[in-house]
């Protein structure tokens, strides 16, 4: 076996390269070529070899290849070079090209906002919410969104936009500098986007009328309106909400995002419309300067839409928070207090007191707020929520002017209808279920409006009469917050729902007494008929008085 392994023929001349070995290694190379097939020659005359471990196998294999083709394996200190054939070289550089010109003339002509899905979810939000499925109409415009007009609050919708801080690092970095000017420091990561009726953009960026901002939006797909604006607001699904880096590159190929990009206020009317090859050029500029920025969801900067209301010093909140909070941990109750907080000095306090130390009114909003907070803890695993779905806070603004906050959660308090409780029994994480689930079916939609009347009724019912409103003298949001104050107490010590319905009684002549339900549902027609009764908009004209209807009292002029 050794002698025919040692006249093994040599590889031929177009394999070898005489040139870079030289004859000191040939003789190497020979030498222990001729040792291990030695080796080989006594290991098998003693029939060892079908014991070799498989290491051992490995490393006569390796020798082996390496004696016969000495010139192909090299050790790893050799470097070696080789040439590609020239027409391979043509031919890469020609497909690399024309890739660039194709990637360079889509870029020119494809829109972004048109290669998302939220064309799809724009869609279903009209048709689910906005106008019926086979209504032709078109959604509303922003600017058309008198909501004013009709007795209903100006309509405020937030989204998202980072914008903040770019590389060079600016006056925004330095608190000491922006307190030293007194402005307030600016550490947020994204700042909130607000669409409204007058006005579009955000604190850093600036704001423009909202009929000149919908004139800026290009392509013949794009335009601003109600079902944008909604759209845009929750739009939870982009790269830059994932704090994995692998997902938002996973996410960003996929081209899973719902966010829009949209004309940066600051920078005025954009030139051309947000193409590809456009925002990859604009990279190399400040997030600031750039002609379009990135809009998501809101509830990357605050999911509540909280802080707006404070930092416009609303004298009445009313406060729903349907956040996904299935542990009741408050998370978006607690980082909307600490930026009112940082940014605007508010604080939140007990009802019957103006003197208690910030810190602690801050951390635990009020003592009727915590004991409220430590019930739901204790009664989450009896399959309770709490004893109430609401409670009242006072704020305090920066200048001592006060304000009354209602805050509501859904909520569960043991004592609600019987299907709602068949299907909790069902579905445990109800009312808090993932965002995740997007395909709500006919049980679920009902469940929640259900469980929604059923707070909204308790509340209500814990107020004074809605006629007690209208008086001979006109009235505010001074003489509104006023009422709910005084109710303050009703409904702090609300700790059981409403009654259930009573059942049928035998005596049919015998009036059955209405139900708790049913005098809400008496006080909301009042306040429906009230507001319908209402003349114009005061908060539109300047001044938040009304006058009551049928008493012939004149509007008072706006300041």
Known sequence: MAQQLLTMPKPSAADESPSNASQDRKQAALKKRIALLQTYEQEAATQNIARWS?????????????????????????????????????????????????????GM??????????????????????????????????????????????????????????????EHVSAGQSFAAGQEPEFRSVDSFLFSQCYCGSQLTG?????????????????????????????????GQVSNRLVAVLMLAMNLRLGQWIPNPSRGAPRTRPNVLALLLSLRRRARDRQYCF???????????????????????????AGYDPSHEFADLGRAIRTARIHGGVR?????????????????????????????????????????????????????????????????????SADLQQYRRQHPEFPHQPTSDQFYDRDQVESYRHLGYRIGAALVSALPPARDLWTDKAINTETLCQWFTESANRLQNLRTPITPEPSITADPTVPEPPTAAEKASQVMTQLVAASQSLQGNPWHQGTDDITPPDTGTSRPKPK
């Open 109 to 170: 002509w494809v829109d972004a906002n048109a290669t998302s899905m939220h064309r799809y979810y724009r869609t279903r939000l009209v048709k689910a919410f906005i106008v019926p499925h086979r209504n032709k109409v078109e959604s509303p415009a922003l600017s058309e969104m008198n909501t004013t007009d009709f007795g209903a609050p100006y309509h405020l919708l937030s989204a998202s936009t980072g914008l903040l801080l770019d590389s060079a690092g600016n």
């Open 295 to 321: 809009v998501t969801d809101g509830g990357n900067s605050e999911n509540l839409g909280l802080v707006q209301l404070l930092r416009r010093r609303c004298r009445l909140i009313i406060q729903i928070d």
């Open 348 to 416: 939140l306090v007990s009802l019957n007191s103006n003197t208690e130390d910030f810190s602690t009114a801050s951390l635990n909003l009020a003592h009727e707020s915590e004991a409220w907070l430590s019930e739901v803890k204790a009664a989450a695993n009896l399959g309770r929520c709490c004893n109430s779905h609401f409670f009242l806070a006072k704020i305090i603004y920066r200048d001592q002017t006060e304000g009354l906050l209602v805050y509501v959660k859904p909520s569960f308090t043991g004592t609600e």
């Open 207 to 239: 704001y423009v009328p909202t009929e000149q901002y919908e004139g800026w939006i290009r392509g013949d797909n794009n335009r601003m309106d109600l079902a944008e604006a909604t759209a845009i607001s929750g739009a939870a699904v982009s790269p």
């Open 54 to 106: 498989p290491e051992k196998v490995f490393e006569f294999n390796v020798l082996l290849l390496e004696d016969r083709y000495s010139n192909i394996f090299q050790p790893r200190s050799v470097v070696q070079r080789r040439t590609v054939i020239g027409h391979d070289q043509v031919a890469r550089f020609g497909w690399l090209a024309g890739a660039l010109l194709v990637f360079v003339f889509v």
